[in-house]
């Protein structure tokens, strides 16, 4: 199996994209990238039924056994993109079950970008408990930033040393 980088951000070609591609080509990850999705926020009446998310957790269920999710760090928590996207997956506890179960066993790890090394305490909590809901395991978070339009050597290094699952 594989693992896939889920890019959570308003600009796909912002600071975690190029966070995001030097994961991805460095390691030959799959990206999905949210922005470029239709993915409706989580209701209790199921409106959003037919938009793009059921297919997408069950392409990702499918072909990857290590999801990655990479998120901007806007207003102190992960973007609104990433949360609609978490928020959906009462989707697959609620009406696809059968498909939520799947998640189990899997592998969950997340990385955050900013302009600084200043990622708040608890940043990563969402993440966490999440991944304990819902069975899978945590590999772990990493904190990122990209200064002056690159990612500074002692980032990437950081980056591949937390790529070591």
Do not use: C
Not at 54 to 83: H, R
């Amino acid at each position: 199996m594989k693992t896939v980088i889920i890019q959570g951000s308003s600009r796909s070609d912002g600071d975690t994209s190029k966070i995001v591609n030097y994961i991805a080509t460095k390691n030959n990850f799959d990206v999905i990238d949210l922005n470029t999705k239709t993915i409706g926020h989580y209701d209790y009446e199921y409106k959003n039924a037919n938009d793009d998310f059921i297919g997408l957790m069950t392409e990702i269920i499918a072909n990857y056994d290590t999801i990655i999710f990479a998120t901007p760090v806007y207003w102190y928590t992960m973007s609104g993109i990433m949360k609609a996207f978490f928020d959906r997956i009462s989707d697959l506890i609620r009406i696809h079950k059968d498909l939520g179960r799947q998640l189990r066993g899997k592998n969950m790890a997340m990385i955050s970008t900013s302009n600084s090394d200043d990622l708040v305490k608890g940043f990563n909590m969402p993440f966490v408990e999440s991944a304990s809901y819902l069975g899978m395991n945590y590999l772990g978070d990493v904190h990122t930033w990209v200064e002056n339009d690159r990612i500074p050597k002692h980032v990437k290094a950081k980056i591949d040393n937390f790529l070591i699952f």
